[in-house]
């Protein structure tokens, strides 16, 4: 399948209501592509998701990955 292929096909399942979960299983992530051709495959489908969402979705993997880097106790006072 080729990059516009693969472009209409992420269009088509956005437009009908497919969730980008659903794109990213279905269209990219196997996709035998390189990883800049994934990426801005990802970033089109990205495109459609609503942009309050967009906002709040990275703002809640920025909070989960400001979690991760936490420094943990060490338990000395």
Known sequence: M?????????????ERGA???QVEAD????A?????????L???AWSFVPRAQ????ANQHLRR????NRPQP???A
């Open 65 to 68: 990955l400001a979690a991760l």
């Open 2 to 14: 080729t990059t516009g292929k693969r472009q209409s096909r992420i269009a088509k399942m956005m």
């Open 19 to 21: 969730t980008f979960d």
């Open 74 to 76: 060490t338990g000395e």
């Open 32 to 40: 035998p592509c390189d990883p800049d051709e994934k990426a801005a």
């Open 42 to 44: 990802w970033l089109y």
């Open 27 to 30: 269209v990219i992530d196997d």
């Open 54 to 57: 967009q906002r709040y979705e």
